[in-house]
T-cell receptor, first 110, second 115 residues
Framework: LAKTTQPISMDSYEGQEVNITCSHNNIATNDYITWYQQFPSQGPRFIIQGYKTKVTNEVASLFIPADRKSSTLSLPRVSLSDTAVYYCLVPSGNTDKLIFGTGTRLQVFP | DSGVTQTPKHLITATGQRVTLRCSPRSGDLSVYWYQQSLDQGLQFLIQYYNGEERAKGNILERFSAQQFPDLHSELNLSSLELGDSALYFC??????????????FGEGSWLTVV
């Protein structure tokens, strides 16, 4: 099973870059890595998805090393509104179980 | 707006009762996933359906059941409710039976309070 491991929490200040790393040692060959953002009492929201190397969109970048056993979500110049829980998601082995890890609670301070 | 619709948004019921939560996936999506999230807890995978058939099962209690209908909407049935079943229940959908390179989209959840 492609269990994911992330830091439980992180603190940052407005304007800083935040990097959240997720380890997924047992990722399968065909699996993508997806990151979600969740605010309290809301459904998780898709941020970014990647397979290898680097992916960038308007809100974040995702870095994936060659061995794909980890990935790093990079949030440039965070603001207070980026305070949320961030999950990386990798499918569990050859099943369709989409099991989320504990997530990383990011707190951004003014 | 993710395009995934869940009803009801809020529900309060007594212990021992039975409730049904409903999910309408995004247009064209064949897969539906159900998750449970208790207060300040993570997302617990319950079950997944693809085009009407059960595809994967997580730690879903025997008191809980789900189904996906021909029109692709899904229902999660929770019976013999206990206080510990109070949680936010999320539905998500995707257009494939395995994530691979696509994305699942979440609804806003159904708040269940058991008193």
């Amino acid at each position: 099973l492609a269990k994911t491991t992330q830091p439980i929490s992180m603190d940052s200040y407005e304007g800083q870059e935040v990097n959240i790393t997720c380890s997924h040692n047992n990722i399968a060959t065909n699996d993508y890595i997806t990151w979600y953002q969740q605010f309290p009492s809301q459904g998780p929201r898709f941020i970014i998805q990647g397979y290898k190397t680097k992916v960038t969109n308007e809100v974040a970048s995702l870095f994936i090393p060659a061995d794909r056993k980890s990935s790093t979500l990079s949030l440039p110049r965070v603001s207070l509104s980026d305070t949320a829980v961030y999950y990386c998601l990798v499918p569990s082995g050859n099943t369709d179980k989409l099991i989320f890890g504990t997530g990383t609670r990011l707190q951004v301070f003014p | 707006d993710s395009g995934v619709t869940q009803t009801p948004k809020h529900l309060i019921t007594a212990t021992g009762q039975r409730v049904t939560l409903r999910c309408s996936p995004r247009s064209g999506d064949l897969s539906v996933y159900w998750y449970q999230q208790s207060l300040d807890q993570g997302l617990q995978f319950l079950i997944q359906y693809y085009n009407g058939e059960e595809r994967a099962k997580g730690n879903i209690l025997e008191r809980f059941s789900a189904q996906q209908f021909p029109d692709l909407h899904s229902e999660l049935n929770l019976s013999s409710l206990e206080l510990g079943d109070s949680a936010l229940y999320f539905c998500a959908s995707s257009d494939r039976d395995r994530v691979g390179g696509n994305t699942i989209y979440f609804g806003e959840g159904s708040w269940l309070t058991v008193v």
